[in-house]
């Protein structure tokens, strides 16, 4: 005896084979062997007999239509949005002193290098450019605004901590709420009717 | 193999590797105008007097240049010319007014291998046209090339750069004027690029050094670009700086 899935070409859900002159009762509990609930459809119930040779005659073939009452299930929300979480990081003035260094440097090269690069004989004429010194300005200038103003990341320890707990959280609702869905649709009614399958 | 070609080779073959490995989202470019306020300093030599006569042109140059990113890859071409004049004195003659009409044209690659340090090579064509109290003096070519570093420092900002050149020109090529025997340049910048417009500013001092054996010059001054940039980086730093991203 076996049971298929829509025809007896496809792979058997259930299958049993009896002594010849033994009285037994098969019981199919809608599931594929040792696996869980068969989806709804037609499944193709066959009753064969086999002989010492090995020939099976088929003896009784129905149709089973199993249908499955859905189950009551709860949605799984969407993931968490980002506004439910705290600033992790808050962008704070740095003081970093590597700006003002900076401004300094490109200061100093725009005066000294022409004056240490340039031919003796040029040198007195070479510093008369007023660019030069206008140039060093803006970028001491600039140095000392990155230095003022300059801003950088810094870590909330205790807005990461919060929301660790608050995403923890999430994942562990998310599992209950999973194992509370599988166990409702193992829990829903199955119908299964069955029809003599026409010739 | 000679040495401007090694160096271009090396560099070609460093950029190529550093586009390869630049994630493709950093890609810009950029098309502005440049104002070069330069003057230009010559030390001729007067028999027998040896080095005896100093000329001081100056004048302005207004051009365009192009820039275009590519990751840690960027290429650099600007156009620049004008008129530099001045009056010098030329031993009996007395002083004459001397002007050169000048034309800069500039290709330049580097690739920032840190984010402090760019190395990159860069060619420099110069065509010059001198007149002497208003009557032509003949016209010159000068084709350099050579390897450059820059030193990188961001001032505190995203939108404020330093920037700190130097270019040693190895190959020295001319034509209608004597040879030039040495030449180098340095760059000193300051960038400001603005948060929420395509917008760059430039300010920098260049100072170039010709070297025509016993004789020289030099070329220095101010120089003011604006570009319009296009592409993804200045997108990027624009949003980096509205009130959502402040906390993140």
Known sequence: MAIFASDAGARPVLSQTLPAGVSATVWWTAREIERSLVPSGSYLLRVAVVDDAGGATTALEWVLLVS???????AEPPPLDTSAFLPERAIVRMGDPLPMLSGIVTGVAATLLPELLSRPNLRLSAGGNGWRLGVAG????????????????QP??????TNRALRDQDARDRVLLRDANARAR?????????????? | MRPARLA???LGLAAGLAALSAPARAQEGGVGVTSYWVQNHVAREVPPLGDARRDLLDGTMLGVAGRFSYGRLSLVAEYVSGTLGGTTYAGTAGSVKTERAVRDTELGARVRLFGWL????EAHA???????????AGAATWRLSGPSAALLATLGRPDLQAEVGYTHFVSRRTVGSAAITGALRTVAQVTWRSARR????????HFERLDHGREGEDFQGGRVSVSYLFGGLHRQRGAGTSRDSRLE
Not at chain 1, 68 to 74: E, G, K, L, V, W
Not at chain 1, 138 to 153: D, Q, R, Y
Not at chain 1, 156 to 161: F, G, H, K, R, S
Not at chain 2, 126 to 136: E, K, Q
């Open chain 2, 118 to 121: 760019a190395l990159g090579y």
């Open chain 1, 138 to 153: 803006v970028a001491l200038a600039a140095g000392i605004f990155g230095f003022v103003t300059s801003e950088g990341p």
């Open chain 2, 126 to 136: 110069r065509h010059l046209a001198l007149s002497v109290s208003d009557t032509a």
């Open chain 1, 156 to 161: 909330l320890a205790e807005n990461i901590t």
């Open chain 1, 68 to 74: 499955r009452t859905p189950a009551d299930t709860i």
């Open chain 2, 198 to 205: 395509p917008i760059q500013v430039a300010l920098a001092y």
């Open chain 1, 186 to 199: 193992e829990a829903a009614p199955v119908r299964i009717r069955a029809e003599e399958r026409a010739p």
């Open chain 2, 8 to 10: 271009a080779m090396t």
